[in-house]
């Protein structure tokens, strides 16, 4: 927990310190520029007044444009008054200055937000203040200082907030003074205890696993950052901006970066909720049995939440799907498990934030030489040491989350569903490095070549779509290695600080240019041993006997009918299976390519990584378990698709190739047929494979006991027979 947040704070403020160096004023930008002309003529000038030999004296007359000739130590001051005489005063270097105040804004600006969190929410809702003892009927206030008590929490005060319907709680507060809120609908739920009880438990779950001090401050730091976006958003178009274009552009990718940071939150967000779930459910020592009638309760009350809400969730909300939470309820391990967008967001925010640094590393190194912390002949294009710290959290985070989701699938006795797990990850990592390696806004650092020649694969091949690939892979695989290894051997708690330190040194093999030298090749030995060695751990291990973890039954919110059959026969489906068909085979042809061929631009990797994830995506609604599974799906897939031709047009655009509106719109065309051709092609797959299923509405939905199986819903052969899966269901 604690290292996924600093990461979040690592990428905050590598972005911070990005925006100020290149927000300079024009008066600065004219000075620097005038001095930067004046003074080669100059000192050129007053090495002629210098006693010289004749031929260097010629030599000087005839090539102006060369470089001045240094200056002998013992001519210095001479040559400093010159300067000052004949040239204008350059501007005082006041980079420091700016990354100062630019740290600070964020610094101070996030502690300020942080500190004024409660009393925001409290204004901002009209809150009540709840006291005990007070006489109110039914005493809520009594009720949740009861709890918390015995939970073990300290909470100061407790709020109803009258505007407030619903059967909800809320923590809320920040250090040492933490808060629940009440919603006014809580009174109802007084009346059955067992259901009061798990609600306010779940919010002290948050506040004793310090959640809320996580949160608070990793989300009142954003804020801080957004602020500090938008005052560099309006100094680049006021004009005062010395290079108010490029500034402008930065914050896009910024602010680009700032929403990936908010869903990587969210996502994060959604983990915790499983955990403060788990703690709602926990059993006292004296009172074993009262952990069962919670876990019951709790699956009540998330039955009576899927009648108003929908089952399926969205990836990045702060909540996660009901499904996914009664899953958890009966399997607590899936409440660690690291999912493939908790991945592809991971790598991402982490090689776009390295773009930004890097591309800045040359601004940063010269202030460092300014301030006496760095040498001359230390100086080079690009300072990579400067990736690793975003590198080793990324890494914390990836190594921990991997051994959890090994936990989760069955551990070591679970091969199969195990290697569909990783390679998900894999594929999601794989998504992430891509786009944050196609990212890079800065002047300086454009090309990415200095980045291809420091990651680990370079010496192996120059392909960028082959060598992140291969980074995706072979780091998921070790990790996963690693872990179930661990898994084997070690306890919970001591395994997941051993997957995050293992997880570090796999990312800082990454960029071996980063390390201090001499000491790459000892960090890839001990990486590639370390892996080799658990793999035969693993391979000896995997045969033991014991006991399997049991499935995760989930009940889907829908049945599985026929509702998504296509509405075309004949001609007109075979139309669309040959369009789909088609576009299946050239993304095929494209990911051939990628892995041989490094794309000129990063829109072209944009563009083809896009298409390949549509048609993976659509072959995965295809094979959706029931009608949501599929929409859900199916809407990612015509995301990629739409993504993929924006950036297409963009590249053509950049090369002329689109003169005017009309070939954008032929091209805009082609895509949305693409994707009416793949709808109809995919549904008539998913109907094919539930051609025996049956349309019925289902059942109400009912809590289940930890131990129940899914039931067959008829004989063999007949309508109704097939056994129900989820996504959030393991074997």
């Not at 001045?68 to 001519?75: C, L, Y």
């Not at 459910?281 to 009540?300: F, K």
């Not at 899953?327 to 991971?346: D, K």
Request: charged fraction near 15%; aromatic fraction near 8%; glycine fraction near 10%.
């Amino acid at each position: 927990m604690f290292v996924r947040a600093l990461l979040f704070c690592v990428a905050l403020v590598a972005a911070a310190a990005t925006i100020a160096f290149p927000a300079t004023t024009s008066q600065e930008d004219d000075a620097s520029n005038a001095y930067s002309m004046c003074w080669p003529g100059a000192v050129r000038q007053f090495q002629l007044t210098l006693p010289m030999l004749p031929v260097k004296r010629e030599i000087l007359l005839q090539a102006p444009v060369w470089p001045p000739q240094p200056v002998a130590e013992k001519d210095g001051p001479a040559l400093k008054r010159y300067l000052e005489e004949h040239c204008p005063k350059p501007p005082v270097p006041r980079g420091v200055l700016r990354v100062g105040l630019a740290l600070g804004i964020l610094g101070v600006g996030g502690f300020v937000l942080y500190w004024l969190s409660p009393y925001w929410q409290v204004l901002r809702h009209g809150l009540l203040r709840l006291r005990p003892g007070s006489g109110d009927q039914p005493d809520l206030a009594d009720a949740v200082f009861r709890l918390a008590n015995d939970a073990g929490v300290t909470v100061h005060g407790v709020w109803l907030n009258p505007d407030d319907y619903a059967s909800n709680a809320v923590a809320f507060g920040h250090w040492r003074r933490r808060h629940i809120e009440l919603a006014s609908g809580m009174a109802k739920r007084f009346d059955d205890p067992g259901t009061f009880e798990v609600i306010v438990r779940h919010e002290l779950g948050h506040i004793r696993h310090r959640d809320l001090d996580t949160t608070q401050g990793v989300t009142a730091l954003w804020r801080a950052f957004i602020v500090l976006l938008a005052v560099a958003f309006c100094f680049a178009v006021s004009g005062d901006a010395g290079d108010g274009t490029y500034l402008l552009r930065l914050s896009f990718y910024l602010a680009l970066l700032a929403c990936l940071l908010y869903a990587a939150r969210n996502v994060f967000l959604q983990s915790r909720e499983l955990h403060a779930d788990a703690f709602a459910v926990r059993g006292d020592a004296p009172l074993g049995g009262r952990g069962e009638e919670r876990r019951r309760s709790l699956d009540t009350f998330f039955v009576d939440l899927a009648s108003g809400r929908d089952g399926n969730g969205l990836p990045f909300g702060t909540h996660p799907a009901l499904q996914r939470r009664r899953a958890a309820l009966r399997h607590p391990a899936l409440a660690g498990e690291l999912r493939p967008w908790e991945a592809a967001l991971t790598g991402c925010v982490a090689l776009l934030a390295v773009n930004l640094l890097l591309g800045d590393s040359f601004d940063i190194m010269l202030t460092g030489l300014r301030l006496g912390l760095l040498e001359a002949d230390t100086l080079r294009p690009v300072y990579t040491w400067l990736a690793l710290p975003l590198l080793l959290p990324a890494g914390a985070v990836l190594g921990s989350g991997i051994r959890h989701t090994v936990a989760a699938y069955g551990g070591a006795r679970e091969g199969r569903a195990v290697m569909r797990g990783l390679t998900l990850l894999a594929l999601g990592l794989y998504a992430g490095l891509c786009a944050g390696c196609a990212l890079h806004p800065s002047q300086t650092y454009g090309d990415r070549s200095v980045q291809l020649r420091s990651m680990w694969w370079s010496p192996v091949t120059d392909s960028l779509g082959l060598g992140l690939a291969l980074t995706a892979a072979l780091s998921v695989l070790a990790l996963a290695l690693f872990a179930l290894a661990c898994d084997a051997v070690c306890g919970p708690r001591v395994a997941s600080w051993w997957a995050g330190a293992y997880g570090v040194l796999v990312t800082a093999a990454w960029f071996p240019t980063a390390l201090p030298g001499g000491s790459t090749l000892y960090v890839r030995g001990v990486v590639i041993g370390v892996a080799l060695f658990c793999g035969v751990l693993w391979a000896l291990s995997r045969h033991r006997t014991g006991n399997t973890p049991a499935p995760v039954p989930l009940v889907p919110w829908e049945p599985v009918t026929r509702t998504e059959a296509p509405s075309v026969t004949g001609l007109r489906l075979l139309l669309a299976h040959a369009v789909t068909a088609a576009a299946a085979a050239g993304a095929f042809l494209v990911a051939a390519r990628l892995l041989v061929e490094t794309p000129d631009t990063p829109l072209v990797l944009v563009t083809a990584s896009c298409l390949v994830c549509y048609v993976a995506v659509l072959v995965g609604a295809a094979a959706a378990p029931h009608d949501a599974e599929f929409r859900r799906r199916f809407r990612y897939a015509v995301v990629c698709l739409a993504v993929s031709t924006g950036t297409a047009l963009l590249k053509a655009s950049e090369d002329g190739a689109l003169p005017g509106v009309e070939p954008g719109l032929l091209l805009g065309a082609v895509a949305a047929g693409v994707a009416l051709a793949g709808r109809i092609s995919a549904s008539a797959i998913y109907t094919f494979r539930h051609r025996h299923s049956t349309g019925t509405a289902p059942p109400a939905a009912a809590p289940s006991d930890a131990t129940a199986q899914p039931h067959s819903a008829g004989p063999r052969g007949k309508p109704g027979h097939r056994r129900q899966r989820t996504p959030g269901q393991h074997r």
